[in-house]
């Protein structure tokens, strides 16, 4: 069974310009979660979707966006792009959302660097 | 406020020589405590899930318990393909949804 798959791996930008990143989870899982992960905070959530819809949100500035297919793959966007950027972007999946029961499963991150 | 606390930070331990990861945690409710291994450059990768209080599970020379406020990851005779980054995660409800709170981690060094 395929793992989940994140493109690019790595990406270069300067400040200001927008980035897409994207994320096609294992087969079967309909709740794809985004994260940030920086050597100083470490991994902090952005947002998770479910069936095409957000249901959960960090805390993090609406430059910070994404959504998700019928097919539950997801995409995430970065607009006007900071230095502080600057991370490891992370996405797991899961069958159901529930973390209380349900694994999550990473990819393996697209590494953004801001310019 | 939910908070995840992981000790030590960083511990180098010579092949063979046994020790243990520490994550404290204060949540309100928890849901479930999640162990991660992540290797450089790469994403966390699933070890354990620990529901309740007394739990343990085991997996080749790692052992992850819970009691009601903290969680020890015991490594048993480690080898250098052991190091990595140990990370500790914790389920907590946000409004009715469920988000998982990662602690720093622990970063393991095995020296040959």
């Known amino acids: 069974k395929a793992g989940v798959t994140q493109t690019p791996r790595y990406l270069i930008k300067t400040r200001g310009q927008q980035v897409t990143l994207s994320c096609s989870p294992i087969?079967?899982?309909?709740?794809v979660s985004w994260y940030q992960q920086t050597p100083g905070q470490g991994l902090q959530f952005l947002f998770e979707y479910f069936s095409e819809t957000q249901r959960n949100k960090g805390n993090f500035p609406g430059r910070f966006s994404g959504r998700q297919f019928s097919n539950s793959r997801s995409e995430m966007n970065v607009s006007t792009l900071e230095l502080g950027d600057s991370a490891l972007y992370l996405c797991?999946?899961?069958?159901?959302?529930?973390?209380?029961?349900?694994?999550?499963?990473f990819g393996p991150g697209t590494r953004l660097t801001v310019l | 406020e939910d908070q995840v606390t992981q000790s030590p930070e960083a511990l180098r331990l010579q092949e063979g020589e046994s020790s243990s990861l520490n994550c404290s945690y204060t949540v309100s409710g928890l849901r479930g405590l999640f162990w991660y291994r992540q290797d450089p450059g790469k994403g966390p990768e699933f070890l354990f899930t620990?529901?309740?209080a007394g739990e343990e599970k085991e997996k080749e020379r790692l052992k992850a318990t819970l009691t009601k406020k903290e969680s020890f990851l015991h490594i048993t005779a480690p080898k250098p393909e052991d190091s990595a980054t140990y990370l500790c995660a914790v389920s907590i409800s946000n409004f009715g949804n469920e988000k998982l709170t990662f602690g720093t981690g622990t970063r393991l060094t095995i020296i040959p």
């Open positions: 620990l529901y309740s």
């Open positions: 797991a999946s899961s069958l159901t959302g529930h973390t209380g029961t349900d694994t999550q499963y």
């Open positions: 087969s079967g899982h309909r709740s």
